[in-house]
């Protein structure tokens, strides 16, 4: 197979199979190759926590946090720059470096514990060696990949959860040392168990994002959200992060500049700490998959705190801002790490010379129904399904992909 990179992490992968030649989502094959080689050292620097926990070591919570920080780079329309990555990898790198010395035996350890070569142009064709296909049994490579990207997941929970100063040193110790096993020779049956394990730890790490997400905001309530626009220059802010939005509130105090959420961004109406912010105006636009429109038609900077990121067009480029574990090449990115106050005054700055954005629909969407909410209408909703009034609950998880298979969602 002639393959300048293999990626099959998402529902859009090419022919279904995966991207071999240049990502369906826009990512390079260089910056697919240094991923895998940034996963590949990210286990090795959990090989080393691991073995200090076992004696009796405790590990520091940067060293917990650069683990998840990595892991959730490398997820779906995150992050496009190769130069961001490279950083990563040299941090990693270094970590490893510290730790080594205070182990007491490296006695077994894998190369992606030892690796230290800092000389970037070796990078593209080490990572050939260690990335997906790296593993030739398919079932292994298969349940290896599968626990990966579950551990994904668990990283994306606890790195919100972490920006939120709340931490779980066993969840930590967990997304390490599976890390570490999948550097092992396991047969089929230990991965089986160990993808088990990683499904059990997710629901932990959940759990852990939702105390941190209610107990700073408070629980999500029914809440109705305007769909139009307003006169005022507006900020449009995607992804998940809750504590980049509060300071991005806070920050628009007195400017004259509304706050509008887009796409996954759009719960945080929900949540009472964000109703008292008089400029926290509405939603703006759809799914993910149709920003490159829609960004065009906002007029003002978008900040993306987390995933999805498509390649934006040349028009609207200079508005786009990542933070946090985003980015993209030629996009300006805001700094701050966990605990850190971000300053947001140039994407300010940018939204006052902006005109208002064009409107694109109106009215509004009613949301809210989260756990603590439907279990105060229990009773209601019992009664209603009695009476006949509710006939039928339909469920719905994951990202609202572009296929045409998935308009059965709508219908």
């Not at 806070?250 to 949540?271: F, I, K, N």
Request: net charge negative; aromatic share 8%.
């Amino acid at each position: 197979m002639d393959t300048k990179m293999f990626c099959f992490q998402c529902q859009e992968t090419a022919r279904n199979f995966g991207c071999t030649q240049v990502g369906v989502c826009g990512k390079q094959p260089e910056t697919s190759n240094l991923m895998d080689l940034m996963i590949w050292v990210t286990k090795g620097l959990s090989q080393i926590t691991t073995r200090l926990r076992a004696e009796g070591r405790q590990i520091d919570k940067d060293v917990n946090h650069l683990v998840t920080y990595n892991l959730f780079q490398t997820i779906t329309n995150a992050n496009f720059d190769d130069d961001k990555v490279v950083e990563r990898i040299l941090l990693t790198i270094a970590a490893k470096e510290q730790l080594l010395a205070d182990l007491a035996d490296r006695k077994d350890l894998s190369a992606a514990a030892l690796f230290n070569n800092v000389d970037t142009s070796t990078y593209a064709e080490l990572s050939k060696t260690v990335g997906v296909l790296a593993q030739s049994n398919e079932d292994v490579r298969s349940l290896k990949e599968l626990i990966t990207y579950g551990l994904k997941g668990v990283c994306a929970y606890t790195k919100h959860a972490n920006n939120l100063i709340n931490e779980s040193e066993e969840l930590d110790a967990f997304i390490q040392r599976a890390l570490s096993d999948l550097l092992e020779k396991k047969s089929v049956d230990e991965l089986v168990a160990l993808t088990l394990e990683t499904g059990k730890w997710g629901v932990a790490g959940m759990a852990l994002l939702d105390t941190a997400n209610t107990g700073t905001y408070g629980h999500p309530e029914i809440t109705k959200v305007k769909l139009g626009v307003g006169k005022n220059p507006g900020i449009l802010i995607s992804g998940h992060d809750l504590r980049d939005l509060e300071m991005l509130l806070e920050q628009t105090q007195g400017t004259g500049v509304d706050v509008y959420t887009h796409s996954e961004m759009l719960p945080a109406h929900y949540y009472p700490a964000f109703k008292k912010y008089p400029n926290f105006y509405g939603n703006y636009g759809n799914a993910w998959w149709m920003q490159k429109k829609e960004f065009e038609s906002f007029n003002g900077p978008i900040l993306m705190t987390t995933n999805c990121i498509v390649p934006p067009a040349e028009s609207y480029k200079a508005r786009l801002f990542t933070t946090g574990a985003t980015g993209f090449p030629g996009c300006k990115h805001i700094s701050g790490s966990i605990g850190e106050q971000k300053d947001f005054s140039e994407i300010i700055a940018l939204a006052k010379t902006c005109a208002a954005p064009t409107q694109i629909e109106d009215g509004e969407l009613v949301g809210g129904f989260a756990h603590e909410q439907v279990f105060a209408l229990a009773d209601k909703v019992v009664d209603a399904v009695k009476s006949g009034a509710i006939k039928k609950f339909v469920v719905m998880g994951g990202c609202d992909g572009r296929s045409k298979s998935r308009d059965y969602y709508t219908e």
